[in-house]
């Protein structure tokens, strides 16, 4: 006569009891190919200067910018994000389109450097060359003389894509978070015929407290805060108009940023991305990556699992690729494995 199975019936901690029965049925591999380390270059440094805020990130040298991207590479990143910190700053950011300018610079530097063995990236925004910190073009509107200017900004930007595009950049990271952005400098690309630079949309982008050490690494001036351009962290629903609206001005990549605290926003605009086919990447940043980096310090959480379970977190709510200034690091420990 057979028995009934003893209570419980279901007994799911049967796959987690070795190592390999684990390995075998995780459902999320967070991969060094996805990751992509963001990048600083200063113009003059001859040797790179340490960010206090971002332990173990520093602003590069030309030269060891170049240097940096050969380690990366070799550890296995999937691409780089380059930001550049020029040394002088005016009102309409004219250092972006400069073809001097140290991010066309930095572009060309890594292109040369690395070529096509990687990804190479940049940010396509005013705020590190305006000497008011903001990420577009100002005007005077009732007497306030710092509000940004959508659509002058608009084509401030389509120069600066086309002169990361010149530079050799495969991918235009837009961060501005200006209206349109995408549609117009997807245009001007098509009309000088670089139709194979690709757009890496910022297309939900919160007004957040955790971009604070970023700041400190492009030594921003900013002065007030990004609230009418970058979204309300008390809302999720735009990230999916936001993400409408990219998707149809040809957004090829579109991101959630920051990520740790909008994994909701990264699992919404996921899913409906999946149904357009299109990559979605997720931006761990500064704020994410010191808040970790103070506790490591202290000896509250333990650096490898922390940031593997970070980027294991991130892919698992619907990130394919992953922003991380841990990028070299977190490529190390995939291919070998954590400790725990
Ligand atoms: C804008 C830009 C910012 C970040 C990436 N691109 C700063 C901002 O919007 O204030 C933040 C990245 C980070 O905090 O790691 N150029």
Same mark, same amino acid.
């Given at each position: 006569?057979?028995?009934?199975?003893p209570?419980?019936?279901?007994r799911?901690r049967?796959?987690?009891?070795t190592p390999?029965?684990?390995?075998l049925?995780?459902q999320?591999?967070?991969?060094a190919?996805?990751?992509?380390?963001p990048l600083?270059?200063?113009e003059?440094?001859?040797e790179?200067?340490?960010i206090?805020?971002?332990?173990?990130v520093?602003?590069?040298?030309?030269?060891?910018?170049?240097?940096?991207a050969?380690?990366?590479?070799?550890?296995?990143?999937?691409?780089?994000m380059l930001?550049?910190?020029?040394?002088?700053?005016d009102?309409?950011?004219?250092?972006a389109?400069?073809?001097?300018?140290?991010l066309n610079?930095?572009?060309?530097?890594?292109?040369a450097?690395?070529?096509?063995?990687?990804v190479?990236?940049s940010?396509?925004?005013?705020?590190?060359?305006?000497d008011h910190?903001?990420c577009?073009?100002l005007?005077?509107v009732n007497g306030?003389?710092?509000?940004?200017?959508?659509d002058?900004?608009l084509v401030?930007?389509?120069?600066?894509?086309?002169?990361?595009?010149a530079?050799?950049?495969h991918?235009?990271?837009?961060?501005?978070?200006?209206d349109g952005?995408?549609?117009v400098?997807?245009?001007a690309?098509?009309?000088?015929?670089l139709?194979?630079?690709a757009i890496l949309?910022?297309?939900a982008?919160y007004?957040?407290?955790?971009?604070g050490?970023?700041r400190?690494a492009?030594?921003?001036t900013l002065?007030?805060? @990004?609230?009418?351009?970058?979204q309300?962290?008390?809302?999720?629903d735009?990230?999916? @108009?936001?993400l409408?609206?990219?998707?149809?001005?040809g957004?090829?990549?579109?991101?959630v940023?920051?990520?740790?605290?909008?994994l909701?926003?990264?699992?919404r605009?996921?899913?409906?991305?999946?149904?357009?086919?299109?990559?979605?990447?997720a931006?761990?940043?500064?704020?994410?990556?010191?808040?970790a980096?103070?506790?490591?310090e202290r000896?509250?959480?333990? @650096?490898?699992r922390?940031?593997v379970e970070t980027l294991t977190s991130?892919?698992?709510a619907?990130?394919?690729?992953?922003?991380?200034?841990?990028?070299v690091?977190?490529?190390?420990l995939?291919?070998?494995?954590?400790?725990?």
């Amino acid at each position: 006569m057979a028995t009934a199975a003893p209570f419980p019936a279901g007994r799911p901690r049967r796959l987690r009891t070795t190592p390999a029965l684990r390995a075998l049925v995780a459902q999320t591999r967070p991969a060094a190919a996805d990751l992509v380390l963001p990048l600083f270059v200063r113009e003059g440094l001859l040797e790179p200067a340490p960010i206090a805020s971002m332990p173990g990130v520093v602003q590069h040298s030309r030269d060891s910018l170049r240097k940096a991207a050969v380690e990366a590479v070799q550890a296995g990143v999937g691409g780089l994000m380059l930001f550049g910190v020029p040394s002088t700053r005016d009102a309409t950011g004219s250092g972006a389109t400069d073809d001097d300018g140290i991010l066309n610079v930095a572009i060309r530097d890594v292109v040369a450097e690395v070529g096509d063995d990687t990804v190479v990236m940049s940010d396509l925004c005013l705020d590190e060359f305006t000497d008011h910190g903001h990420c577009g073009v100002l005007k005077n509107v009732n007497g306030v003389d710092s509000v940004v200017d959508n659509d002058a900004t608009l084509v401030r930007y389509a120069e600066m894509g086309l002169a990361q595009a010149a530079a050799g950049a495969h991918v235009l990271g837009l961060s501005g978070m200006m209206d349109g952005q995408v549609g117009v400098v997807r245009a001007a690309l098509d009309a000088d015929r670089l139709m194979d630079t690709a757009i890496l949309a910022y297309t939900a982008k919160y007004a957040s407290a955790f971009f604070g050490p970023f700041r400190e690494a492009v030594e921003s001036t900013l002065q007030g805060d @990004r609230r009418s351009y970058q979204q309300d962290p008390a809302n999720a629903d735009e990230a999916l @108009r936001e993400l409408a609206l990219d998707l149809a001005e040809g957004a090829d990549i579109v991101m959630v940023k920051p990520a740790l605290p909008y994994l909701d926003v990264l699992r919404r605009v996921a899913d409906e991305a999946a149904r357009h086919g299109v990559p979605v990447a997720a931006y761990q940043v500064s704020g994410e990556y010191a808040m970790a980096e103070a506790a490591f310090e202290r000896g509250w959480l333990d @650096r490898e699992r922390t940031i593997v379970e970070t980027l294991t977190s991130v892919r698992r709510a619907g990130a394919g690729v992953v922003l991380t200034y841990w990028a070299v690091e977190a490529a190390r420990l995939l291919e070998h494995g954590t400790r725990a």
